[in-house]
């Protein structure tokens, strides 16, 4: 990645014109072929910029350009359309590289694993006296989440969401339809459990007599002492 602190004015030509009169900005020139201007505010947005597939040429400006004070002109030109972010310098003030290499790309904390594991792992969070049948629990239409036994020895099927949403929902009703053709498992009722559960999930799962639980994943992982908590 390349890093310039510069004093340049920014032209954007191509299916729309945008003008950025001349101040002092950052330009990243990234591995893909993009090229970001940002300012000092607006958080992460760039001012504007230049989608790869696309290529930098750096040329030197004409006569009428260096009059006005502009040292180097940059076109990135896309490579899909006529589009072009033209990019005129007055003043250089730092040009850094920076090979960054592969980045191994966002690892989300609080995934539906996660739950999936923590929840079986604290299978009583369901209620006093269920027990874990196994996870991933194999059908012909995809895995159930967890599937579980009540305290009256019943089976249940438990379908994990971080955010409960109405597909959530159909999905579990869809588990429930096929398991409870099951002799060996029937009668199979169902639990649909997430961090957090729609209104419209929630009205929706009680209409198919499904049950709704919502789990506190950080008392899960116990780094929140809910004996602590005044709400």
Request: net charge negative; proline share 4%; with cysteine.
């Amino acid at each position: 990645m390349r890093l310039v602190i510069a004093r340049c004015s920014v032209d954007y030509v191509g299916r729309l014109k945008a003008h950025l009169p001349l101040a002092t900005r950052l330009l990243l020139v990234k591995a893909d072929g993009s090229v970001l201007v940002h300012s000092d505010g607006g958080s992460y947005k760039p001012l504007n910029w230049m989608s790869p597939p696309a290529s930098l040429r750096v040329s030197t400006p004409d006569e009428v350009d260096v009059e006005v004070g502009v040292i180097e002109q940059w076109t990135v030109q896309s490579a899909k359309t006529d589009d072009r972010l033209i990019i005129n310098i007055h003043e250089q003030l730092h040009d850094t590289s920076h090979e960054l290499g592969q980045d191994p790309g966002l690892i989300k904390d609080g995934v539906e694993a996660d739950l999936q594991r923590l929840l079986a792992d604290q299978i009583e969070l369901l209620g006093a006296g269920f027990s874990l049948i196994r996870r991933e629990y194999f059908t012909a239409i995809g895995p159930v989440d967890i599937l579980a036994r009540d305290d009256k020895g019943a089976t249940v099927a438990i379908e994990l969401k971080r955010r409960g949403d109405i597909d959530g929902v159909e999905q579990l009703t869809r588990y429930l339809e096929l398991l409870n053709r099951d002799p060996l498992l029937a009668p199979v009722r169902g639990i649909f459990a997430a961090q957090q559960i729609k209104p419209q999930a929630r009205v929706l799962a009680n209409d198919r007599g499904i049950d709704c639980v919502t789990l506190d994943y950080d008392a899960m992982r116990g780094v929140d002492d809910v004996e602590s908590r005044l709400f």
